[in-house]
Structure formats: C-alpha cells, structure tokens
C-alpha cells in the first residue's frame, strides 16, 4: 500500500468517527476524542488491516498519570485523538516526528484487536462507511514541517 491510501484510509476513519461517535455502543465515545484513543485505535488498526495495511502496532503510554494510545506502522506514528489533549497535536497526524509522543513514558506496544466489548461499534462503523460517500471524498492537508497535517471540512 502507499502513503497516499494510508493518508485516505486514516482521514476516512476519523471523519466518521467525527460523524456517529454519539451513536456508538459503548457510550463512551460520545466525548471523542477526549479518552477514546485507545479504542479508537483499536478500531482504526481493524480498518486498516482490512485495506490491506500489516505490521501495524497499537502504542501506549502515559504522561502525568493520563494515558495515550496511538498506531505505529513502519515507523509512522499515526494518532487520529491526540486533539484531546492541550499540547496535542491535529485531529490527524500522520507522521516520523515523535516529539509529542516521547512525552508518554512507559510506553509498551501490543498487536491490534478488536476486544468484545468493541464488536458492536465496530460493526456501527463499518455499516456506516459503506453506506455513506465519504470514502470518495478528497481530504484537504498541508505539509508542516515535512509531516501531513489534516483538516477536515464538512460541507
């Protein structure tokens, strides 16, 4: 896979997720991304493993008792809930640059799943972007300092 359909599938998520996270089960999501990173990542790996996209590790760590999860594939870090946090960074970040992200200590990796108890929004989700035109969609991004940065704009 390229760059440019990990770029779409990742934005493809996060606009959904921007959509019904009201409407999924469990409720928690409804403040996302504010303390969903991990289960969003989890949702997110799923997807992209089903485009296609492997070696894929889910990361987490802490910083001031508060944790964080985010993906790494091949050495990209790929974070669609760092938003949440004051000193975070874009809704969507793709990118080589760990600054932020070596701000978690204690950080360990462990390969995706979807837990049972995630199975439900899963399927939500999965329903929801087969059954809307976002994936046609073109995302607007710009480049800051040779890492992509996302805006999403819904019309």
């Not at 990990?6 to 409804?30: A, C, G, M, S, T």
């Not at 050495?75 to 992200?101: E, M």
Request: charged letters at 25%; a negative charge.
């Amino acid at each position: 896979m390229q760059n440019y359909d990990l770029k779409n599938e990742v934005l493809k998520v996060r606009n959904v997720l921007e959509i019904i996270h009201k409407e999924l089960d469990p409720p928690y999501f409804n403040n996302f991304p504010k303390g969903t990173c991990g289960d969003t990542s989890d949702l997110l790996a799923q997807w992209l493993i089903e485009k296609g996209f492997d070696n894929i590790k889910c990361v987490c760590g802490l910083k001031n008792e508060e944790p964080h999860a985010w993906l790494e594939l091949n050495g990209l870090i790929i974070d669609i809930t760092s938003d949440q946090f004051d000193d975070g960074l874009s809704p969507v970040y793709i990118g080589r640059n760990r600054d932020f992200h070596d701000t978690f200590k204690e950080q360990n990796s462990t390969e995706p799943i979807i837990p049972p108890y995630l199975t439900n929004a899963y399927k939500q989700f999965h329903a929801f972007i087969h059954e809307t035109d976002l994936h046609k969609e073109q995302p607007k991004q710009y480049v800051l300092n040779n890492t992509f940065f996302y805006e999403f704009l819904f019309y």
